[in-house]
Nanobody
Framework: QVHLVESGGALVQPGGSLRLSCAVS????????IDWFRQAPGKEREGVFY????????TYADSVKGRFTVSSDKTLNTAYLQMNNLKSEDTAVYYC?????????????????????????WGQGTQVTVSS
């Protein structure tokens, strides 16, 4: 059974840091990569760190570049999102999502066309609130 469980969300002051975790089970991080998304109140979900190329290349959203860093520990089956210098506009529910490292034709086509990319599994989300 597949599970993605996010944790680490909290209330933090502007300029502070948080590390979100995404603990996965039911699949291996040797076969799946983890991307990160967020959704602020009243806004659409947006990518924080996500795939942009059929070669597996990824990018950070411009709004978080230089402040957020992803990593993973395959021995713990856990992915991380380190968030530094947090701003009020980073307030959102953060989600991790799993995609196969080896992309099928459908997913390659969605990247080429710029259409919605299909993720296999999603976590339940963790709330990050940046406020003084």
């Amino acid at each position: 059974q597949v599970h993605l469980v996010e944790s680490g969300g909290a209330l933090v002051q502007p300029g502070g840091s948080l590390r979100l975790s995404c603990a996965v089970s039911g699949f291996s991080l040797d076969d799946y990569a983890i991307d990160w998304f967020r959704q602020a109140p009243g806004k659409e979900r947006e990518g924080v760190f996500y795939i942009v190329g059929n070669d597996g290349s990824t990018t950070y959203a411009d709004s978080v570049k230089g402040r957020f860093t992803v990593s993973s520990d395959k021995t713990l089956n856990t992915a991380y999102l380190q968030m530094n210098n947090l701003k009020s506009e980073d307030t959102a529910v953060y989600y991790c999502a799993a995609r196969p490292i080896s992309l099928d034709y459908e997913r390659q086509l969605s990247i080429y066309l710029g259409s919605e990319f299909k993720y296999d599994f999603w976590g339940q989300g963790t709330q990050v609130t940046v406020s003084s």
